[in-house]
Nanobody, 111 residues
């Protein structure tokens, strides 16, 4: 299993970022996928999940209405569109499959 996140960076409060996760080594089209994040000094926090066919999505209350999870099964890629970012959402964002997660991508929200 390999999960490679990208798309993080520095953004001002209120800004947007789109994260991507390239998956390989397993049947991505059959996999329930998630995004989780870890802020400095804190534990892992679940952000969002999507079913294998994209038919159902779930979000943490704190990101509902601002974040959108999506997937392209033809490209074995998971996405997270993040809008109206807040400073407290600065974290390392990971995509997750079962017990696996990638190396993460750093999101910094600062003016």
């Amino acid at each position: 299993v390999q999960l490679v996140e990208s798309g993080g960076g520095l953004v001002q409060p209120g800004g947007s970022l789109r994260l991507s996760c390239a998956a390989s080594g397993f049947s991505f089209r059959s996999a329930h996928m998630s995004w989780v994040r870890q802020a400095p000094g804190k534990g892992l926090e679940w952000v969002s999940s999507i079913r294998s066919d994209g038919s159902n999505t779930d979000y943490a209350d704190s990101v509902k209405g601002r974040f959108t999870i999506a997937r392209d099964n033809a490209k074995n890629t998971l996405y997270l569109q993040m809008n109206s970012l807040k400073s407290e959402e600065a974290a390392v964002y990971y995509c997750k499959f079962s017990t696996y997660r990638g190396q993460g991508t750093q999101v910094t929200v600062s003016s």
